[in-house]
């Protein structure tokens, strides 16, 4: 395994478990549409892509409805959907030996970077990384590749081998290879192996133990 000198981490699945906030946001946005979802499970393939895709790809929603559709989501998530939320077990031990180790954590997240910032902090993990890069509420840094060049250009990060990207679904290891990046892909959260496998993680991590097997000094 490499050394890697920065690690870049994606939020949702990663870091935090949201998807009781998320899928009920979700439900949320679908019922100003007259939608009624079975069962809020359903809504997990919302966990990780940008909203206004999964809007347009999952209900088939016209851009003008994915872009209201995502104004009514973001209506209940900014006060009660944000904290709706838990972070991983052992995930504040994994970040806190990261960097007593050296390592240098950045946040790539497809979340709005002002929530993204809200729940590090809610979780007393903001003092651990260096940078946070989400998308921007007016649409910009769209994809997980634009948060990624934006943490790299951000930080004049051009030794692309001593940075590595984690994340859960195939955006973050699409992202990765977009800008020559290696990646770590883990399990714990919304994507499965195949998922992961088939999208070109460079590892695979089952659980937060086997990131540290990964990239920690035993």
């Known amino acids: 395994m490499k050394e890697y000198k920065y690690i870049l981490l994606?939020?949702?699945?990663?870091?935090?478990d949201p998807m009781i906030g998320i899928t009920r946001c979700v439900e949320y946005a679908l019922n100003h549409f007259g939608i009624q979802a079975?069962?809020?499970?359903?809504?997990?393939?919302f966990i990780g892509p940008p909203l206004l895709d999964s809007f347009?790809?999952?209900?088939?929603?016209?851009d003008e409805q994915a872009k209201?559709?995502?104004e009514k989501y973001?209506?209940?998530?900014?006060d009660t959907g944000i904290y709706e939320n838990?972070?991983?077990?052992?995930?504040?031990?994994?970040l806190e030996e990261a960097i007593q180790q050296g390592h240098i954590l950045m946040l790539a997240t497809s979340k709005p970077t002002v929530f993204a910032k809200r729940i590090l902090d809610y979780f007393d993990i903001a003092r651990y990384f260096t940078f946070v890069a989400g998308s921007g509420?007016?649409?910009s840094f769209y994809t997980k590749g634009d948060v990624i060049r934006h943490v790299l250009e951000s930080n004049n990060l051009t030794d692309h081998p001593s940075v590595v990207m984690i994340g859960d679904r195939k955006h973050d290891i699409i992202g990765a290879k977009e800008n020559r990046l290696d990646s770590i892909g883990v399990l714990y959260g919304y994507g499965d192996r195949e998922e992961l496998s088939q999208a070109g993680a460079d590892y695979i991590a089952e659980d937060i133990?086997?990131?540290?097997?990964?990239?920690?000094?035993q």
């Open 10 to 16: 994606d939020l949702d699945g990663t870091i935090t």
């Open 38 to 45: 079975n069962v809020l499970r359903e809504l997990c393939p």
């Open 56 to 62: 347009r790809d999952f209900y088939h929603f016209t």
């Open 68 to 70: 209201i559709a995502t």
């Open 74 to 78: 973001r209506e209940r998530f900014a």
């Open 86 to 94: 838990k972070l991983y077990d052992g995930m504040k031990d994994f």
């Open 137 to 139: 509420l007016d649409g």
């Open 209 to 217: 133990a086997g990131l540290r097997n990964l990239l920690l000094h």
